[in-house]
């Protein structure tokens, strides 16, 4: 190491310039001094000059001493320094170099030499990508180097990885500053090549050790990059599907899951993947031995030290049997659910046909004293209509239809089914609703809805007792924010939600009762429950990656508040209105109808409206007189009217056939089922479909509708 001027060094030597300097002017003054006795100037002058000289120049004689004493104590100072600092560089047991400002080796000391194995000196003067043949000239390595003195940057755990001529591949961590005031950097070497291989050897060990205990885990893991490319199945996935790992890794392992569950699950699994959400979903995947089993599927995303996502770690668990088991369940809960509704449904159609009895007395006794029976037959019209929707929706309720996942409006399904929750509780309840308009949809079956739906309500009415009560029913729109309190205790995502809130004034619950109010078979009843019903209701909710929550204290009711992810879209529900019968006529126009319905009160009341439009109507009470008609080539039919369910000759075999003979005839078909069940038993798709029972005007508009195009 050689030592350079410092500032205090360049101060020291402008002081001795200017003393110099002063002592220069004396003697120039004091040759005036002589000039002036020469000239025979005045004495008295003279003398006093030159006494002032001579104290100037002893005055500049001390200051130079004691400049010349802190000068010899500086550069002993220094020369200690340098002694110090060059001992060392020369006996740390670390690597180091002292490179100038153009990265040329001003010293290289005995550890450095020994590690890369230089002859000593060899290395010094050179510049620093030359050393070791070459070894040290690395591109990135200059580019930070040429920095630190530029910037005054200190740069920690520079690592690098290069092959060195001798010696080998190294791995190097570098530690560079600038070297106290001078032009100089000082570069630190660390050989963590040992480190970085036993670091190594341990994450290969831990990997090694992850992947056994992941082999004998009892069930099916995966884990994805964040690609969302999958990465790793192990031992039990393979031996579940029967397929290799290179079969099952990016996107193989969907080539296994059911053709009907694929878009739901890649839905689920990529809509997670975008907002870093843990997700749940059930599907069916299939087994070696080609048998399709359901699988509940568990995914949670992976952070390193930091936050950085790395991807998804997961693991399924079949639950075939335990679904199996959760149906049966279910259809008992619903029969159940069912026959709680029948008190309640028959004291409600008792009143109806009450209703409908006394106003067709009242009807007749106008009819018999000349006077109009309008207004009674509005009201039977009406009861009837009631009666009606109450068995549509306890249709629906039980079973009779396609649990098919959609967009549905929350707030609509529910507000539809009111009738059949009003018949559903006490009579001393009060039904509630609240709904938000204009709410975003809900990804999920209506099925699901109207389950969650009924439940809460029968455990609110159930809580109520025999005492008057009030059940509220609202949906809103809530927000949730990442760093809110409710995604951290709810453990939510960041989004929309749709909120369904049952809120009623029953008796309230314990913490205790609480806390176990969602186990299996649990109940606070003594008869007549077997405790599934909130149960149901928490499975159904957590399928459709929503949570539920509930608030309560003994004498204060109970809120159970449910949270459903949802879309973007809003929706405008529709709501279909009661029509006064139709006033249209079809003079203008002469048509005949074939009627086919096996129930002769319907039946004739159906044809005898439509002659009063104008019509020419045929009619057969089951399949066979039906076909009949259809055969008679004489016989000429504008519209096929057609009841599902006959006797004889079935309804499949009257469409079929109407289609082969008569191939331009539109046929309207009628049934107290849904659509979908009516097409499965046609075994065709329908072209108009009227559900039981139909109102005239909707009848009429129908035969115009299908007579018209």
Not at 482 to 509: F, H
């Amino acid at each position: 190491m050689t030592s350079s001027r410092t500032p205090n060094s360049d101060h020291r030597d402008r002081e001795i310039a200017r003393l110099k300097q002063e002592l220069v002017d004396a003697r120039q003054r004091l040759l005036s001094a002589v000039e002036a006795l020469s000239a025979n100037e005045g004495l008295r002058s003279l003398n006093e000059e030159l006494t002032t000289a001579k104290e100037e120049l002893q005055s500049t004689n001390e200051e130079l001493t004691t400049v010349n004493q802190e000068l010899m104590s500086t550069n002993a100072a220094l020369a200690e320094a340098h002694d110090l600092a060059s001992l060392i560089v020369e006996t740390a047991a670390a690597p180091l170099l002292v490179l100038d400002s153009e990265l040329r080796v001003i010293t290289a000391n005995p550890s450095f030499n020994r590690a890369f194995r230089i002859p000593p000196r060899e290395a010094e003067g050179q510049l620093l990508y030359s050393v070791s043949n070459g070894g040290w000239d690395i591109p990135r390595l200059r580019e930070m180097l040429e920095r630190i003195l530029p910037d005054h940057k200190v740069v920690q755990d520079f690592v690098i990885e290069q092959d060195f001529p001798g010696i080998g591949r190294k791995v190097l961590a570098l530690t560079a500053r600038q070297l106290g005031g001078l032009q100089q950097i000082l570069l630190g070497i660390e050989d963590i090549t040992e480190r970085r291989e036993r670091a190594g050897d341990a994450l290969r060990e831990s990997e090694e050790r992850c992947r056994s205990l992941a082999d004998s885990a009892p069930v099916l893991i995966w884990v994805s990059s964040p690609d969302k490319a999958c990465t790793f199945f192990n031992k039990p996935w393979l031996a579940f599907t029967g397929r290799t790992m290179q079969q099952e890794l990016g996107n193989g392992w969907t080539e296994g899951v059911h053709p009907e569950d694929l878009d739901r699950c890649l839905e689920i699994y990529t809509s997670s993947f975008d907002v870093r959400r843990s997700f749940q979903m059930e599907y069916r995947l299939r087994r070696s031995d080609g048998e399709y089993r359901w699988v509940l599927d568990n995914g949670v995303p992976r952070f390193e030290h930091g936050g950085l996502f790395v991807g998804y770690v997961g693991s399924c668990t079949d639950i075939t049997d335990v679904k199996t088991t959760q149906e049966e369940d279910l259809a008992k809960l619903k029969l159940e659910t069912v026959g709680a509704l029948a008190g309640g449904i028959a004291h409600d159609f008792n009143n109806l046909l009450g209703g409908i009895l006394a106003h067709s007395e009242v009807a007749l006794t106008e009819l018999a004293s000349g006077s109009s029976p309008a207004e009674e037959l509005q009201r039977i019209r009406a009861a009837a209509i009631r009666g009606a929707e109450i068995v549509r929706q306890l249709m629906i309720y039980a079973g009779q239809e396609s649990e098919i996942v959609e967009l549905v409006d929350v707030a609509g399904i529910v507000e539809d089914m009111l009738e059949l929750l009003r018949v559903s509780v006490s009579k001393r309840v009060k039904v509630e609703t609240c709904f938000g308009k204009n709410l975003p949809l809900v990804r999920a079956s209506p099925t699901q809805i109207r389950q969650v739906a009924m439940n809460l309500i029968t455990n609110a009415s159930e809580a109520i007792g025999n005492r008057d009560g009030v059940i509220r029913l609202t949906t809103g729109r809530v927000t949730v924010r990442r760093d809110s309190p409710r995604a951290a205790s709810e453990r939510l995502a960041e989004g929309e939600y749709l909120q369904l809130e049952v809120i009623d004034t029953g008796r309230g619950m314990t913490p205790e009762v609480q806390a176990r109010v969602f186990d299996p078979f649990f109940t606070t009843k003594l008869t007549g429950s077997h405790g599934q019903g909130l149960v149901v209701v928490k499975r159904i909710v957590q399928s459709l990656q929503g949570t539920i929550r509930l608030s309560s204290a003994p004498g204060k009711g109970a809120t159970f508040r449910i949270l459903l992810p949802a879309e973007n879209d809003a929706v405008q529900a529709t709501r279909s209105t009661i029509s006064p019968a139709g006033e249209e006529t079809f003079a203008s126009r002469e048509a005949t109808i074939l009627v086919v319905d096996d129930e002769d009160l319907l039946r004739q009341a159906v044809s005898k409206m439509l002659r009063k439009k104008g019509l020419s109507v045929i009619e057969a009470s089951d399949g066979s007189g039906a076909l009949d008609v259809i055969r008679a080539q004489n016989v000429h039919i504008d519209v096929l009217l057609l009841d599902v369910t006959l006797p004889g000759a079935s309804s499949c075999e009257v469409y079929k056939e109407a289609k082969r003979l008569r191939p331009g005839m539109p046929v309207i078909v009628t049934s107290a089922k849904t659509e979908e069940m009516a097409a499965a038993s046609l075994a065709t798709s329908i072209e108009r479909f009227l559900r039981k029972p139909v109102r005239l005007s909707d009848l009429l508009g129908a035969i115009r509708d299908v007579l018209s195009s």
